[in-house]
């Protein structure tokens, strides 16, 4: 079974602080993704990597960074949280994506105060 | 417009009733269609792609309309165990290649 591990299921963090939200998949696969999923909105897709140390934007890269330094570990950085980052973020892997079968963790819930 | 539009839900169906969603796309130049599913608090899994010619796996039914550029969900003999929230997702063609998801319809099957 592919398994998708984000670090952290809960975080509650200050307005201003620096947050790392870190991701490893035990598949091999090339391709890893950042969503942010609220309400009313769906999944938007922040950053994707289809290669180690390649990244590339997705709709909503503003306020975020990324880092793909080993082929199993995708990380999302916040470099000054803010309130309106408040929201679940979902870790996301696949082989390959023409198939469309993305494999996502269990999410990380993020609260800025 | 909403790239990706679902029905708005939630659902409420009794136990053994047939249900169907349908979600609309506006990108004439979709390729390729899918629908996940989402348990409360949980992350979204592939449920099933959805072929032109229409696709089932066991009480679960996809079609895709191209013409009117709609797909449909259909689930027969509803169970408890369907409780969810299904998503659309669109994966569009050309450069962008991206996966687009749908907001979800909230399907709850009561006793």
């Known amino acids: 079974d592919v398994k998708v591990t984000q670090s952290s299921r809960y975080l509650v963090k200050r307005t201003g602080e620096k947050v790392f939200l870190e991701c490893v998949q035990d598949m091999d696969h090339e391709n890893m993704f950042w969503y942010r999923q609220d309400p009313g909105l769906g999944l938007r897709l922040i950053y994707f990597?289809?290669?180690?140390?390649?990244?590339e934007k997705g709709d909503i890269p503003e306020g975020y960074s990324v880092s793909r330094e080993k082929k199993e570990r995708f990380s999302l950085i916040l470099e000054s949280a803010s309130t309106n980052q408040t929201s679940m973020y979902l870790c996301?892997?696949?082989?390959?994506?023409?198939?469309?079968?993305?494999?996502f963790g269990e999410g990380s819930r993020l609260t800025v105060l | 417009r909403k790239e990706v539009e679902q029905d708005p839900g939630p659902f409420n169906v009794p136990e053994g009733a047939t249900v169907a969603f349908n979600c609309t796309y506006s990108n004439s130049a979709s390729q390729s269609f899918f629908w996940y599913r989402q348990d409360c608090r949980k992350e979204p899994k592939l449920l099933m792609s959805v072929y032109s010619s229409g696709n089932e796996d066991g009480r679960f039914t996809a079609q895709l309309n191209r013409a009117s550029q709609y797909i449909s969900l259909l689930i027969r003999d509803s169970k408890l165990s369907d409780s969810a929230t299904y998503l659309c997702v669109v994966k569009q063609g050309g450069a962008t290649n991206k996966l687009i998801f749908g907001t979800g319809t909230l399907l709850a099957v009561q006793p």
């Open positions: 990597s289809y290669d180690v140390k390649m990244k």
């Open positions: 996301a892997s696949s082989f390959d994506y023409v198939t469309g079968e993305l494999f």
